[in-house]
């Protein structure tokens, strides 16, 4: 009787500990240069790690759901975090490629997204009721994290070398992730009982693929997280030859990323408990088209180069936070972590396509003008997207089914 006596703060808090913890790997270009130095490989090809670890990441959150159901939340996160310190760990011994993208990419990326699904989508269950607010305190967590080290992992590289900085930058995600840990708890059907709870159905992944709404939101997730990590990408490259900018200023541009990437999180996803996801989700894709347009058609200089980052850095980061949220509001939250899983291939994929249709069209300015239509027919897609049938319906809707029946006596 006394299951629900539970003090929801310490799962806040261990969450936030594993997130910030799982941000890390978000650091990555810190390490490119160092390992050119060391071992004399080719930038482009010590900087395809962090493709694979972010394609990793992506790929892991598929069997999640599935991993939590046979291991349980805690035992899994608590997995997760000894795998990817061992990864960061080994790859303080590697000496070749190959390696640095087995352990640094494949494993990292694979633990990393591992535990970074299961934790937000438990602490979503946890609060139905304000998904929005409780979805960007944590995945504001995992932007804290990078942010955080940049400047620790760095110090790290100046004061050990490349090498022994891997060492101990695994060492202290271990003891984040597992510690963090051991203050989860699982939600399994916190939700149902709760004042949030509505008429609702939980879809499970294979009936969320029998609709069209599925399809349509990856396209948006997609266009999103594309349009975002690209700019992460080239974003100093893009100060320099674009806004004629010298190489230490557009390197500001990197912090301002990170710094507008995460307050977009945090900010947004409390907006969208307010005035409404999809609602929220328009203004981005709008603003996002807005700002791209501006970086490919618009002569450059300081203040509209910046303004046009932070925009896209703060609707990138809004984004990320909103979906988990979304995909609950359509599909339930029983399966959130299977069904989200599935969405989320967008970001992995969206990490990719940014790189390779720069490729083909030889440039940054035809890269954006492609995300500008993109955030356009996402946008069209985002005002006109309603949930499947019975998925959460608004207390008023309700109110009005039910005044509806026919209320009828007998005897």
């Known amino acids: 009787m006394k299951e629900h006596k539970v003090n929801r703060l310490l799962i806040v808090i261990g969450t936030i500990i594993v997130q910030m913890g799982l941000g890390t790997i978000y650091t990555w270009s810190l390490f490119n240069q160092p390992l050119v ?46 795998l990817l310190g061992a990864g960061l760990i080994l790859s303080s011994q590697v000496s070749s490629l190959w390696m640095l993208y087995l352990v640094a990419g494949v494993i990292v990326g694979f633990a990393d997204g591992t535990a970074y699904i299961t934790s937000l989508s438990n602490l979503i269950k946890w609060f139905p009721d304000k998904k929005g607010l409780i979805s960007g305190i944590s995945v504001g967590a995992f932007g804290t994290g990078s942010l955080i080290f940049k400047y620790v992992n760095a110090s790290l590289i100046s004061s050990f070398g490349v090498s022994t900085a891997f060492l101990l930058w695994g060492i202290i995600v271990l003891v984040m992730v597992v510690g963090g840990s051991f203050l989860l708890k699982e939600a399994k059907d916190v939700a149902k009982n709760t004042k949030a709870a509505t008429q609702q159905k939980d879809y499970t992944v294979k009936e969320m693929l029998k609709t069209k709404q599925a399809y349509l939101l990856f396209v948006i997730f997609f266009t999103a997280c594309m349009s975002g990590l690209y700019l992460v990408g080239i974003v100093k490259d893009i100060g320099v030859s674009l806004a004629g900018l010298d190489v230490a200023t557009a390197a500001n541009a990197v912090a301002l990323v990170a710094i507008f990437n995460t307050s977009g999180r945090i900010i947004l996803g409390a907006l969208s408990d307010k005035v409404g996801r999809m609602q929220v989700v328009c203004g981005t894709l709008l603003a996002t088209a807005i700002a791209v347009a501006v970086l490919s058609f618009v002569p450059l200089n300081f203040p509209i180069f910046f303004a046009c980052v932070a925009t896209i850095a703060f609707c990138f980061g809004g984004n990320i936070t909103v979906f988990p949220a979304i995909v609950s509001d359509f599909f339930g939250l029983k399966n959130q972590s299977k069904n989200y899983g599935v969405i989320y291939q967008g970001f992995g994929l969206g990490a990719l396509a940014g790189s390779i249709i720069a490729a083909l069209l030889g440039g940054f300015q035809a890269t954006f003008t492609v995300i500008a239509v993109l955030c356009i027919v996402s946008l069209i897609i985002a005002i006109t997207i309603k949930p499947p049938y019975g998925a959460v319906q608004s207390k008023e809707k309700q109110e009005r089914l039910k005044n509806m029946q026919p209320h009828t006596r007998i005897g």
């Open 37 to 82: 130095d060391k071992f004399g490989w080719e930038l482009s090809s010590t900087a395809i790690t962090f493709s694979i670890t972010s394609f990793a990441l992506a790929f892991a959150t598929l069997f999640s759901g599935k991993l939590q159901d046979k291991w349980g939340l805690r035992r899994l996160v608590a997995a997760a975090g000894i």
